[in-house]
């Protein structure tokens, strides 16, 4: 078993080297039980980002290319990884020592080779200082430490939206090869839960451990939360590309994902996919979606405003 673990960098003179580092150093593997690819995503720092890669040049695995954004540069190392399995690190974050072999223990667990793991994150500053801590956080509303069922995680992901950690992800490489494609290069912002949602399409289990295996660092340099615009315009593309298949209208049957949905879409401002005939049909169908809808949308709505405004006064905070 060897993991490939692919770090896409852009502008990450700073902090690609704690990365690199923190793969580095992992502890109850062999050397030869893991690889590394960092994928240079057309920095524009005159070439102060492979300056600061040179000193590990013989660890890993080197690639330029122009900038396409996080998913060519995932599908790029995809191509070239030898491994058997993929694994995700943001250039500004860091694994911590125990992530691969307490993965790889999971993986021998499994009986099935269609399995997707993750883990739990805590947040760090630009200084390495402990912000948050997530553990136990990111799940999808169907239990910790045990393998969901593709459909249970597609209706979770289709009600709640994404809440797991992308830098914590293993995924079999075989799965992205042979069943599911690569991440959708025209998504810069979600293009990890556009995938999530097609793995589960793809009847992938899932496991989420509830051990914290990354540390995400939040600062102000980082691209994330700067675009709301793209965000919002990618979800829309994603609602659109759901609407049109037929497990995801299966499962909107169930009353309370559908109500779970309208709140997304609504806070969203999708009216697109809102006026859609599919949605529609569900909004006549619905006999409590009347009263109920607007209750959901309002505690919905309070509870996504008391977070975010939660979130943005964290990562104001600690960007500067």
């Known amino acids: 078993m060897i993991f490939s673990v692919i770090i896409p960098v852009f502008n990450g003179s700073k902090y690609v080297p704690y990365a690199i580092e923190s793969v580095l150093s992992q502890k109850g593997l062999d050397r030869t039980d893991f690889e590394i690819i960092v994928v240079n995503d057309g920095s524009s720092d005159d070439g102060a980002t492979f300056e600061s890669i040179t000193p590990y040049l013989k660890e890993l695995t080197y690639i330029e290319k122009d900038n396409g954004g996080v998913s060519s540069a995932l599908n790029i190392g995809i191509l070239e990884a030898q491994g058997d399995y993929i694994c995700w690190l943001s250039h500004d974050d860091v694994f911590l020592p125990n992530k691969l072999a307490r993965q790889m223990t999971l993986i021998e667990e499994f009986d099935s080779n269609r ?5 739990q994150q805590s947040f760090i500053n630009e200084n390495g200082k402990a912000i948050w801590n997530n553990r136990g956080l990111l799940d999808l509303h169907l239990g910790i430490g045990k393998l969901l069922k ?3 995680v597609f209706a979770s992901l289709v009600a709640y939206g994404n809440k797991l950690s992308g830098c914590s992800v293993v995924i079999p490489k075989n799965i992205l090869i042979d069943y599911v494609g690569f ?9 990890d839960a556009e995938m999530w949602h097609r793995l589960a399409l793809a009847n992938c289990h899932f496991y989420i451990d509830d051990e914290v295996v990354v540390l995400s660092r939040v ?3 980082q691209q994330t939360g700067k675009r709301l615009d793209r965000y919002h315009s990618e979800s829309k593309a994603l609602h659109q590309y759901l609407i049109a298949n037929d497990t995801f209208l299966e499962v ?3 009353e309370r994902i559908f109500r779970k949905f309208f709140v997304r879409l609504v806070t969203l401002k ?12 569900f909004i006549i169908r619905s006999k409590r979606l009347k009263i109920l809808s607007y209750i959901d949308l309002i505690v919905g709505l309070f509870k996504g405003s008391i977070l975010l405004v939660y979130r943005n006064f964290i990562v104001k905070l600690y960007r500067t």
């Not at 999708?270 to 049909?281: P, T, V, W, Y």
């Open 219 to 221: 600062h102000k340099g």
């Open 270 to 281: 999708d009216f697109e996919c809102l006026r859609s005939a599919e949605i529609q049909n």
């Open 115 to 119: 399995v997707v793991l993750f883990g």
């Open 183 to 191: 991440f959708n290069e025209d998504m810069r912002y979600i293009q």
């Open 252 to 254: 909107l049957k169930n």
């Open 150 to 152: 593709p459909k249970d």
